[in-house]
């Protein structure tokens, strides 16, 4: 099975700072990457499907970039809210494996 | 809107069963693929199991080995799965999530559901 990381693990950061998030896959699956976001005690939410599409509603500071195997989340302007894990995911093919995750705090 | 409401979960002996509900609306529920995910209390979020939206195709994570069951009824819009053997490393949330797209196979997951806690203790 491919296998999915994360860097870093943790993160700490500035309102205003720019942030970016990397995930890489241990096989090409080309731009078959979403993006999660979880607030603490909350439901992950969908941030970035095909590895650079942003879902509706999301803010435009996030976005994705990548193919094959190395990918990265942007968040533009790190603002309060955006304090999560933040989780990337294969889905090319079972299993759809998610990444360890990437803690952001100020 | 779409919404998912689970229900089931609870505290349950090793050994023990549980089966889980997740009940859909505001789309086209046979449409698409469903899963479940489980997070361990402080950990990260692992894939349980997908099954498409006839139900006809299912995957599974390897760690389950047979003991769960995915299974949906589009009569009642409603996603199951059937936890047998229940282990103490089994304790999480477990989440329902609808898939993203109409492809068929694993995707991306868009809305999910509240979360429901299994907790398998003695």
């Known amino acids: 099975d491919i296998q999915m990381t994360q860097s870093p693990s943790f993160l700490s950061a500035s309102v205003g700072d720019r942030v970016a998030i990397t995930c890489r896959a241990s096989?090409?699956?080309?731009?078959?990457l979403a993006w999660y976001q979880q607030k603490p005690g909350k439901v992950p939410k969908l941030l970035i499907y095909g590895a650079s599409t942003l879902q509706s509603g999301v803010p435009s500071r996030f976005s994705g970039s990548g193919s094959g195997t190395d990918f990265t989340l942007t968040i533009s302007s790190l603002q309060p809210e955006d304090v999560a894990t933040y989780y990337c995911?294969?889905?090319?093919?079972?299993?759809?494996?998610f990444g360890p995750g990437t803690k952001v705090d100020f | 809107e779409v919404q998912l409401l689970q229900s089931g979960g609870g505290l349950v002996q090793p050994g023990g069963s549980l089966r889980l509900s997740c009940v859909a609306s505001?789309?086209?529920?046979?449409?698409?693929?469903m899963s479940w995910v489980r997070q361990a209390p402080g950990k990260g979020l692992e894939w349980v199991s997908t099954?498409?939206?006839?139900?006809?195709?299912?995957h599974y994570a390897d760690s389950l080995k047979g003991r769960f069951t995915i299974s949906r009824d589009a009569s009642r819009n409603t996603l199951y799965l059937q936890m047998n053997s229940l282990r103490v490393e089994d304790t999480a949330v477990y989440f329902c999530?609808?898939?993203?797209?109409?492809?068929?196979?694993?995707?991306?997951?868009?809305?999910w559901g509240q979360g429901t806690l299994v907790a398998v203790s003695s």
């Open positions: 096989q090409g699956i080309s731009n078959y």
């Open positions: 505001g789309f086209t529920f046979s449409n698409y693929a």
């Open positions: 999530a609808k898939e993203g797209s109409l492809i068929i196979g694993v995707d991306y997951l868009d809305y």
């Open positions: 099954i498409s939206g006839p139900g006809s195709s299912t």
């Open positions: 995911q294969k889905y090319d093919s079972a299993p759809p494996t």
